[in-house]
Every structure is written in C-alpha cells, then in structure tokens.
C-alpha cells in the first residue's frame, strides 16, 4: 500500500483524494476495490488520444494520478463561468468523442463507457476538459452510456436538495439530449443499473421512475 498524508484533500462517495506533490495524487478506495480494470481503461483510451489524467503506481485500491489544476464543471457553472447549455454541449462532445474510439476487444457494437459521466467527474484545466472517476467504466452500447448521464442529471434536477440547480441543470440536460444519441433503446437497463448502485439513499432511488419520466419528455 501506497503512504501519502494522513488526511485527503478531497472525498466523493467511495474514494478519496490525497496530495503526494505538485504532480502527482494519490485517489485511494475506502473499501479496497481494485483498480487495476479502470487503470488499463484509462490508459486505453488515453491511448487514442482522449483527456485523461497520467496513470503513475497502481497498486490495489491505490492509484497515482496526474494532478490537475482547474474546476469541476459543476463548481464552474455554480460560479457562474459555464453556462448550462454549453455544460450540456461539452458533455455531448466528451461522448461522441470517447464513443468513436474503438471497444479493447474489438465486439461490433461495443464502445468504451465511462459509465458515470457527470459534472463533477469532469475538470476544466487550461487545456480543455479532462475526464476523472473510470470506476464504473466498461464496454457496452453507446446508448447505455449516454441514458445513465442523462439518468445522473435528471436525478439533480428532481431532488429538492438541489432545488437552487434545478432549473439550470434541466437547461443543461435538455442541451445534452439534443447533442447526443437518442438512449431509449438503453434507458430502461441504465434505469435498473442505477438503481444498483449501493452508493445512492433511498430517497435517490425513489426518483428513479420521475427521472425516467423527465428523459422522455425531452425526446
């Protein structure tokens, strides 16, 4: 196992963030999984040309990566910096472009999926945006990918947690689904993928049929 300091400078549901040196980061799981799947995607697609951060050690649930210096996109539409038709347009490009890069095993049909693309998986670093989180990554149809970032926006824009990021983050849905492939023919699988997920409250799950409901009515 890899030492860095005791306290890490960033935390999201399953993994956290400490600082090694001015380069480099150290994204650690808390419940050990094992990294080296994501590694290899990671490098895979960094591979054709993608913006991934720089894979150093890999050991376990331990992964050295590139620090990056810039914003989630969603702090910087919460500031103010990005609008939500652009969020919306940028996240499109950000699929398309992973999308055309072609499955490691070569299977007709088969795309790499992030499969959790969203606005705090993304930073905007002064050479454009850079792709984080590959935890969930796979391959699979383009569709599945595209309806679970759809499912993860709609989930924003119905839980009155976020009620202040509502209408923005709806603006910014409606502006991905233009942009991108229709998902239907995957939305109900990424529905029930979702649902799954043992990081999410039961109030989250809860949401899941009106979230289905939004993605349509935007079709």
Request: overall charge negative.
């Given at each position: 196992?890899?030492?860095?300091?005791?306290?890490?400078?960033?935390?999201?549901?399953?993994?956290?963030?400490?600082?090694?040196?001015?380069?480099?980061?150290?994204?650690?799981?808390?419940?050990?999984?094992?990294?080296?799947?994501?590694?290899?995607?990671?490098?895979?697609?960094?591979?054709?040309?993608?913006?991934?951060?720089?894979?150093?050690?890999?050991?376990?649930?331990?992964?050295v990566?590139?620090?990056?210096?810039?914003?989630?996109?969603?702090?910087?539409?919460i500031?103010?910096?990005?609008?939500?038709v652009?969020?919306?347009?940028?996240?499109?490009?950000?699929?398309?472009?992973?999308?055309?890069?072609?499955?490691?095993?070569?299977?007709?049909?088969?795309?790499?999926?992030?499969?959790?693309?969203?606005?705090?998986?993304?930073?905007?670093?002064?050479?454009?945006?850079?792709?984080?989180?590959?935890?969930?990554a796979?391959?699979?149809?383009?569709?599945?990918?595209?309806?679970?970032?759809?499912?993860?926006?709609?989930?924003?824009?119905?839980?009155?947690?976020?009620?202040?990021?509502?209408?923005?983050?709806?603006?910014?849905?409606?502006?991905?689904?233009?942009?991108?492939?229709?998902?239907?023919?995957?939305?109900?699988?990424?529905?029930?993928?979702?649902?799954?997920?043992v990081?999410?409250?039961?109030?989250?799950?809860?949401?899941?049929?009106?979230?289905?409901?939004?993605?349509?009515?935007?079709?």
């Amino acid at each position: 196992m890899l030492s860095p300091e005791a306290e890490p400078f960033a935390s999201g549901r399953d993994a956290d963030v400490y600082s090694i040196d001015d380069e480099w980061v150290l994204r650690r799981y808390r419940d050990g999984h094992p990294v080296r799947d994501e590694a290899e995607f990671m490098r895979w697609v960094g591979n054709h040309g993608y913006p991934v951060p720089a894979i150093g050690r890999v050991d376990g649930p331990d992964m050295v990566i590139q620090r990056l210096s810039g914003p989630t996109l969603a702090d910087a539409v919460i500031a103010g910096d990005l609008g939500p038709v652009e969020l919306g347009e940028m996240h499109a490009d950000l699929h398309r472009r992973l999308h055309a890069i072609p499955a490691p095993s070569g299977a007709a049909g088969q795309v790499v999926m992030h499969g959790d693309l969203h606005p705090y998986n993304v930073m905007l670093t002064a050479d454009g945006p850079v792709v984080i989180d590959w935890r969930n990554a796979e391959q699979g149809p383009a569709e599945f990918d595209i309806a679970m970032t759809a499912i993860i926006f709609a989930q924003v824009v119905l839980d009155p947690a976020f009620a202040e990021l509502s209408e923005l983050l709806r603006e910014a849905l409606n502006s991905y689904l233009a942009n991108s492939i229709d998902p239907t023919p995957h939305l109900p699988t990424a529905l029930a993928s979702r649902g799954r997920n043992v990081t999410l409250t039961k109030e989250e799950l809860a949401l899941l049929p009106k979230q289905d409901q939004l993605i349509r009515s935007m079709l």
